[in-house]
């Protein structure tokens, strides 16, 4: 899957066969070919991109994937994109040489840009982290664990946090599990990984997910040897009724489906396990923010429906933080020792004094409070933004808003063209993505611009003004 073109004066090649068969996915790969020839000088800044229409031809793709990607490395930074002058290299998108005079490696990690209003989705209000009890637990965790617990251990992880994760989970999202069925990884990605590695190992070839989710996890799966295959959302979430035989597993967020919003209802949640049973397969509960809901009693977790068939992921990346590196699994029994044996493989056990120190958080109490308090801020924030948003751009539509940390704001056909917004976002200083940026597979079809808010993110003090700006670039879209 190659593409070379000369709209400015010479040729230049793009190669994603490679990243293809590393399991890169199509829209991913063309970003970081393009990311890749920016940095390296193969284009230069100024020089004029072909049309979305001409690049998709010529690399047999569709159009629409050259968009998306065109959209993301201009919301980067990388690109500009202005209507009716076409896409160009950014003119501040090379950086400086290094010192030696030698080229600075390609970037492969991708990294946050500083932006003056911050509402990427996918992270809390890091003001919020209870410092003084986080280091008052640590503490007491400390002085208190047997000197054992420094050393190499299970892959499970301690038995302490394993045993305090029993208990909470059992009475806040009603998980059905014991410390011998957890196992604490480093993030929920990290744990899909291992257990799309040890389904691949089972057999399983394909993993059905919701068509809109969380790019990294796809990818994740990918790189597991895994073929996704999307399915359709509506009011009651995921369309499970279009599961068959070919996939082995099925990524779902049926709390609140991420990022549009919507519950799984219970019938859909029944037909799910029904389904697991009889193919001989797995549900993958993703319950990223199960403890955070406003106008509706909490829904429960679906693992309790079915512990044999339904592995229960959650994580405190959305509560506390995502630099602890904390995120847990509940695993069926047939799934410990595969998935414990691959954990070995990647680093034999996560950090032993932050899951000490989380779980005297949770046994004092702590932790429960401080879920408390943060669902309150979330919920003053949540309701700060819906009243701005019917003041200042009544023709934008919020949804997805009973629980979680973000909105997902549509706007009516017409509007400008969601790569275009997010143009415009990244220049009055606004981080944020675009919903199409959480697609599992490209879309053909021209659908009016969506954006996702992450409404937690900004700091108290900076949130006002980033629901300012917000509005602001809503108006005039």
């Known amino acids: 899957m190659t593409s070379s073109w000369t709209s400015f004066g010479g040729d230049l090649h793009l190669d994603l066969t490679e990243r293809r068969a590393a399991g890169t996915g199509l829209r991913a790969a063309l970003e970081d070919a393009l990311r890749e020839a920016v940095q390296d000088g193969r284009l230069a800044p100024g020089t004029r991109l072909p049309s979305s229409r001409a690049l998709g031809e010529d690399l047999g793709i569709a159009r629409n994937t050259v968009v998306e990607a065109y959209g993301q490395l201009t919301a980067e930074g990388w690109l500009h994109s202005r209507q009716g002058s076409g896409t160009t290299v950014a003119r501040r998108a090379v950086p400086e040489a290094p010192a030696h005079g030698r080229r600075a490696p390609a970037r492969r990690v991708p990294q946050r840009r500083a932006a003056r209003h911050d509402l990427m989705s996918g992270r809390p209000d890091l003001s919020l982290f209870p410092r003084t009890a986080w280091l008052a637990a640590a503490r007491r965790a400390l002085a208190t664990a047997p000197h054992e617990a420094l050393d190499y251990g299970s892959p499970l992880g301690r038995i302490e946090l394993r045993q305090a994760l029993t208990h909470y989970l059992a009475r806040v999202r009603g998980v059905r599990t014991d410390p011998d069925h957890l196992l604490v990884c480093t993030g929920v990605t990290q744990g899909l990984g291992l257990l799309c590695t040890a389904l691949r190992e089972r057999g399983t070839r394909t993993l059905a997910v919701e068509e809109y989710g969380l790019p990294p996890q796809h990818d994740v799966a990918r790189a597991a040897g895994l073929t996704l295959a999307p399915l359709p959302l509506d009011e009651e979430g995921a369309r499970v009724d279009r599961l068959d035989a070919r996939p082995g597993a099925v990524l779902l967020t049926p709390a609140h489906q991420f990022p549009t919003g919507a519950p799984l ?13 009889e193919q001989d397969g797995y549900v993958v509960e993703d319950d990223y923010d199960g403890e955070f809901r406003y106008d509706r009693q909490p829904l429960g977790a679906m693992q309790a429906l079915d512990p044999e068939r339904v592995v229960y992921a959650g994580t405190a990346a959305k509560s506390l933080a995502p630099g602890l590196r904390l995120a ?12 414990a044996r691959l954990k070995v493989l990647a680093d034999t056990m996560s950090p032993v004094l932050d899951q000490l120190t989380l779980a005297e958080l949770i046994t004092s109490g702590t932790y429960d409070r401080h879920v408390r308090r943060c669902r309150l801020h979330y919920r003053r924030r949540r309701d700060h933004l819906v009243a701005a948003l019917a003041e200042h751009a009544p023709h934008v539509r919020v949804t997805g808003i009973a629980a979680g940390l973000h909105a997902v704001l549509q706007l009516p056909p017409g509007s400008t063209p969601e790569p275009e917004l997010l143009s415009r976002a990244q220049a009055a200083g606004i981080s944020l993505n675009g919903l199409a940026w959480h697609r599992a597979t490209p879309d053909p079809t021209d659908a009016p611009p969506s954006l996702v808010i992450g409404y937690a993110t900004p700091p108290e003090h900076a949130f006002p003004a980033a629901v300012q700006a917000l509005c602001e670039l809503l108006r005039r879209a």
């Open 328 to 339: 847990w699994l509940a695993l069926p029994d047939a799934l410990v020792e595969p998935v």
């Open 265 to 277: 209802s219970a019938e859909r949640r029944a037909e799910a396990v029904r389904w697991a049973r």
